[in-house]
């Protein structure tokens, strides 16, 4: 029963549009340290969430290298990273629009092929 509690409050988040992507970051200059979750990336500025609900904006160069690195990362395909560009629910803008080009115009008969398969739920 928790499992399923967790899971529906995990849903209940994402469709809300929060992140589930907290973390503490640092700031390079200082060392001063906050929690936050990563809304989005755009225009050399991270879009964090704090705990008090508001957002606030932090030029990339002004975190810690680890950070910095951090968001780097976003943009690639990795294990920790699968989506690539996704980070988030709704996408890195919470606007459903995915920057990736080269996919397919049509969807092959039979459907698309099958990656992976989670039956643990």
Do not use: C
């Amino acid at each position: 029963m928790r499992k399923i509690s967790f899971i529906l409050t995990l849903g209940l988040l994402l469709a809300a549009g929060f992140s589930v992507y907290a973390r503490t970051w640092t700031q390079q200059a200082t060392g001063k340290k906050i929690e936050a979750d990563l809304i989005k990336v755009e225009n050399g500025k991270v879009h964090l969430r704090l705990p008090n609900g508001r957002v606030g904006e932090v030029p990339v160069e002004s975190l810690s290298k680890e950070d910095q690195d951090y968001v780097a990362s976003l943009d690639k395909p990795a294990a920790g990273n699968p989506a690539g560009g996704w980070p988030q629910f709704r996408g890195p803008n919470l606007d459903d629009i995915s920057s990736d080009t080269g996919l397919i115009d049509k969807i092959p008969d039979g459907g698309p092929k099958k990656l992976w398969e989670y039956k643990g739920a």
